[in-house]
């Protein structure tokens, strides 16, 4: 059946193609090119690039940080100075102060505080006097702290890692779909080629049954009606060969734009005969699907989100303090080495309060909202749990029935092949009506479409499948991705 398939494409359009380059795709062939050149695989390595280096900013925040901090500044001016006596007086200022500083910071999720760690080294000179002083600080150690405030590192610790996991399973999800809206254009393009060959078949049929009942009707073997039908039944048909064959060029634009095919060529497709033959277990599916779909991980993230943002208006609502404590030794002296000699200790602690008197239920309406829009996304996610589980299950049960469906439809097909051949020779011998040999050629047609339409489904349904639960049930193995190599 391949091969004549691949003959009748050549055949179809010998004026159309000549001169013309044409590409022969097979399914697999046109979903390998989709995954590589269509826009949705284009933008999902993008949304799958933009999800890592988000993650890898996560993961950073969770590193100790290095900071080299610097703020020379020179100062050439008079100013106003209050003297021993209360007394202000204007003099001349004309310093240069350089200062270099490392400081090491570790957020801590677990209670949102972040731990500093400094060294310092300060020279001021004053050209005025020609004198120069260092101020040393060898090491301080502080901590900050948002006292009963929202903690979004804790929850980023949460939520992030799920993050990522969905968009891992997404780009797989994606793929499979890219496969699936191949094969509608893929079929598509099947399907009208089937048209034009099943329309160019049946005008040339039509118009040798013309010529030879017009020889009948010249020697009265059949009625004048008769042999009108047979030109109506010509005319109908070279219509649908030219209507057939504007389908064919739409489609073939249709899929040379998916496929990223820029050059200006014609496509033929070649639908295969043989699909694989298993079988797939409802519950080992809803397993994977559990496992693998990103659906199940937006559900986790989307819970997640919702309790983070009851969490922060609860936190924005009532009591609020900042701690800042520091300890550390600092020591001067004109003498750079001197200045790291005897240093001596220093300590600063911070407290600041906020406590809302009254706020009109501002703070309160808040929390409220925050609840209410969690409860909601409870509800959303039981209702959108159980239409994936059922969903699941039905493309399972529709898979499982669609390879009998094509045995059955391909069975058909052969069927009314032979029926119109009969129907033909027992016209041409006058042993049967125009209505029947009519009834046989439009039998055949439909059993042909017919035919395509369940390789269509069963294909669909095939990749549908595949990208529900990420598994390769013909091959019995998860499908993974390199990502190593997507990032690069």
Known sequence: MKQILSILICVLFPLQLWGQKTLT????????????????????????????????????????????????????????????????????RNQLSVDAGLEIQQNIALTGGTVLLKTGL???????????????????????????????LKWERRIEPI?????????????????????????????????LEIAEYNFAYADTLYRYAQGRYNIGTITENEMLQLELN?????????????????????????????????????PDDSIPRFTVNVEEAMQLAFQNNPDI????????????????????????????????????????????????????????????ILDWGVGKGRVKVAKSNRDKVYTQLEQ???????????????????????????KTDQTAQRRNDVARRLYLLGKSSILDLNAAISEKDNSRRAYISALYNYWSLYYGLRSLTGYDFEKQIPIVEDYELLLK
């Open 297 to 356: 991980s937006a559900f986790e993230r989307r819970r997640l989100e919702s309790e983070s943002s009851v969490a922060e208006a609860k936190a924005n609502r009532g009591f609020k303090a900042e701690l800042y404590a520091q300890f550390g030794l600092t020591q001067s002296n004109e003498k750079l080495k001197e200045s790291y000699r005897n240093p001596m200790d220093q300590q600063l602690v911070t407290l600041g309060i906020r406590i809302p």
């Open 25 to 92: 795709l097979t399914l697999s062939e046109a979903i390998e090119m989709a995954r590589q050149h269509s826009p949705e695989a284009i933008a999902a390595r993008h949304a799958f690039r933009a999800s890592y280096w988000n993650w890898r900013s996560f993961r950073a925040k969770q590193l100790p940080s290095l900071t080299l901090t610097s703020d020379p500044s020179l100062n050439r001016s008079i100013q106003s100075v209050t003297l021993e006596d209360g007394s202000d007086k204007f003099v001349h």
């Open 234 to 270: 010509k005319l109908t048909e070279q219509t649908n060969r030219l209507n057939a064959q504007i389908d064919v060029d739409d489609y073939i634009q249709s899929l040379r734009s998916y496929l990223g095919i820029s050059e200006n060529i014609t496509l033929a497709v070649i």
């Open 384 to 410: 959108e749990r159980m239409d994936f589980e059922l969903n699941v299950a039905k493309m399972v049960k529709q898979f499982n029935l669609q390879a009998n469906k094509v045995m059955i439809a391909e």
């Open 163 to 195: 993050k990522f996991e969905e968009a891992k399973k997404a780009y797989i999800e994606t793929l499979e779909l890219v496969a699936a809206y191949t094969t509608n254009r893929f079929f598509n393009l099947a399907s009208a080629q089937t048209s």
């Open 122 to 152: 300060q020279r001021l000179d004053m050209f005025t006097d020609n004198v120069s002083s260092y101020k040393s600080t060898p090491v301080v150690i502080g901590y900050e702290q948002n006292l009963f405030g929202y903690n979004d």
